[in-house]
């Protein structure tokens, strides 16, 4: 198809569909998107009484949101069991189908509701921070002020007086002041002013980039002195600033890098969020509670995700089985390219009895808590480019340095870290043996207690599309599970799914894109409807010691899936590695981050 509306087969995708089908030509897209069904499992007939089914094409966008197709995202389990079912007659003959696999029972956290969400432990965020707090809400709208104020008392637990709550003047400022357990709390109330508005490049400046860089450098200033007259000595400080999108300005005017720079100079974290938008539906717009809500996850994910606060399972490992005072530690390779240019290797662990992780990196000589870390990024005079080799080297190092002889569970990410340590590749991954050079192993006495589980995900499609059933197979007994699951001929390999998110639409699980149903406007196929898939995680038990239950130490991997306070469902990969990739969006442009004299210093 195309941006006129006109819908018909690709010229590169025509031949090879045809070669795919016993028919003697294809079905139109129109006719085939109208009634898949009849083109998937033809009526027989007096000359074809078996007759072979016509095309049947998994189809997903992968081109944007300005070239829509005819069918949407996805496949549903039960088309997938209909799909595979056909398979397994067609190829009868030259292959076998997989065993299903085993089902494992493993306790982990149930979706907490929005309030428990929105709700921060003062201690846990004391215990990640420091013992005084301070969060700046600099708004735009007198909406996204309410929506705030609303947001930071849900988290905090504050109480806002009736004049703190009402606006009476557009320059108003506020600073609200509480006490929560071994916490003290500071918020800031103002409206942004000038720091939200557009660059101003000089247009005497002839080079468009050092014009950009000029402009840019001022406005880190003022976001500096912004900053640092309001600071407070021996505070975690933190700001949510209410700001346009980048499609309201030019790449040489928007200020939103340059600001953050600046709050960085003066040890701020940040965390931005867009004015509300026109209420209704579609493309730029939102409900009444819209704000409220992303008000709420923009808190979330400042005073959460970025103090890398996380909810473990009251146990981990198997109920008849737990595995007691396990330290998780997860690898990752942070890659930017452009301006922000990194091969950047880390490690985020989670040490038993603190309820926020730590982050190593290669730079910097100890373990830091979250918030510590995402600052010390802003370190312009810190490598971000490293070789293979210093990488393999810091990854031995590091697991060398953990290695003390407790109980350790190593998470690494075979899509993001092969290209660089050949070690964890398929050919060269060997039982209990822990290489990131294939041509060289860290010493088997350098990972005493430590257990390794290497991960895939369906990235590039590299684990398979699932569905799951009942003991009859059938389609009305095909869905999702949300288990953890035994390969039948591999003893050391699991599979995790995850339970269907609250955004997946009520008919994900069974819903069929293919099947005519009954509407109000009569019999219908969605074929335009999108279906949420689950993303499958291969956990592979690659270094086990003498005693271990590979199915205890998989079942970890699948736990903590779950842990991310900040977000109710669970992730695509464990915890420690979700928050190792977000680490990544710190990573400003060396522009940004160059150091500079504040004249008025």
């Given at each position: 198809g195309g941006s006129d509306g006109f819908l018909g087969w690709n010229d590169d995708r025509a031949p090879t569909l045809a070669r795919l089908t016993s028919a003697t030509q294809l079905p139109t897209p129109r006719a085939l998107a109208r009634d898949p069904l009849a083109h998937l499992e033809p009526e027989p007939t007096e000359h074809d009484p078996h007759p072979h089914p ?115 003047d557009p320059g108003q400022i506020i600073e609200h002041r509480e006490q929560k357990g071994p916490l003290a709390v500071t918020v800031r109330v103002e409206p942004i002013g000038a720091l939200g508005s557009e660059l101003t490049p000089d247009p005497a400046i002839t080079s468009r980039k050092d014009r950009a860089a000029a402009a840019s450098v001022e406005r880190r200033t ?380």
């Amino acid at each position: 198809g195309g941006s006129d509306g006109f819908l018909g087969w690709n010229d590169d995708r025509a031949p090879t569909l045809a070669r795919l089908t016993s028919a003697t030509q294809l079905p139109t897209p129109r006719a085939l998107a109208r009634d898949p069904l009849a083109h998937l499992e033809p009526e027989p007939t007096e000359h074809d009484p078996h007759p072979h089914p016509i095309a049947g094409v998994p189809f997903r966008y992968g081109l944007g949101d300005k070239c829509k197709h005819a069918v949407g995202d996805g496949v549903s389990a039960r088309d997938r069991w209909r799909l595979f079912t056909q398979l397994q007659q067609g190829l009868a003959d030259v292959t076998r189908p997989v065993q299903p696999h085993t089902k494992i029972r493993v306790g982990t956290r149930s979706r907490p509701s929005e309030s428990d969400l929105i709700c921060i432990n003062p201690t846990h965020l004391a215990a990640a921070t420091e013992n005084h707090l301070e969060l700046t809400l600099l708004f735009d709208s007198t909406v996204m002020r309410s929506a705030l104020m609303d947001a930071a008392a849900a988290a905090l637990d504050l109480t806002w007086t009736p004049t703190e709550l009402t606006l009476v003047d557009p320059g108003q400022i506020i600073e609200h002041r509480e006490q929560k357990g071994p916490l003290a709390v500071t918020v800031r109330v103002e409206p942004i002013g000038a720091l939200g508005s557009e660059l101003t490049p000089d247009p005497a400046i002839t080079s468009r980039k050092d014009r950009a860089a000029a402009a840019s450098v001022e406005r880190r200033t003022q976001g500096f002195r912004y900053f640092t007259s309001r600071s407070t000595p021996e505070t975690a400080r933190f700001a949510i600033i209410e700001m346009r999108d980048q499609d309201s300005f030019t790449a040489d005017t928007d200020p939103k890098k340059a600001l953050k720079a600046g709050a960085l100079d003066a040890q701020v974290l940040t965390q931005n969020i867009t004015p509300p938008k026109p209420e209704g539906r579609g493309p730029g717009k939102e409900s009444e509670d819209g704000p409220r809500q992303r008000a709420r996850s923009s808190t979330r994910d400042l005073l959460i995700r970025q103090t890398g606060i996380v909810t473990p399972p009251e146990s981990l490992g198997l109920p008849d089985e737990p595995l007691q005072d396990i330290t998780t530690v997860g690898f990752w390779v942070v890659r930017r390219n452009g301006d922000s240019r990194a091969v950047l290797p880390l490690a985020v662990a989670r040490i038993p009895d603190e309820p926020y992780v730590r982050v190593r990196l290669p730079y910097v000589d100890e373990w830091l808590p979250m918030r510590r870390a995402l600052l010390a990024l802003s370190d312009t005079a810190a490598e971000r480019v490293f070789t293979s080799t210093q990488v393999r080297e810091y990854f031995g190092e590091i697991t060398a340095e953990v290695c003390d002889g407790s109980d350790i569970a190593l998470f690494t990410l075979a899509q993001n870290m092969r290209g660089l340590c050949q070690g964890l590749t398929n050919d060269n991954l060997r039982p209990d043996v822990l290489a990131f050079d294939p041509d060289g192993s860290v010493p088997a006495d350098q990972i005493k207690g430590l257990r390794h589980l290497r991960l895939r995900t369906n990235l590039r499609h590299e684990t398979s599309q699932v569905f799951a059933h009942g003991d009859a197979v059938g389609e009305s007994s095909v869905g999702h599970a949300a288990w953890l699951w035994k390969d039948v001929d591999h003893p050391r390999r699991f599979y995790s799914t995850p339970g269907k998110p609250s955004t997946a639409g009520k008919g994900s699980p069974q819903g069929s894109r293919l099947e005519a149903h009954l509407t109000k406007y009569g019999m219908r196929v969605d074929t335009l409807a999108d279906v949420w898939n689950p993303r499958l995680l291969e956990i592979t038990a690659a270094v086990l010691h003498p005693g271990d239950n590979p199915k205890a130490w998989a079942a970890i991997a699948h736990q903590h899936r779950y842990i991310c306070a900040h977000y109710a469902d669970p992730l695509a990969i464990p915890a420690e590695l979700h928050l190792a990739n977000k680490i990544g969006e710190y990573l400003l442009p060396r522009r940004e981050l160059e150091r500079f004299e504040d004249v008025s210093s």
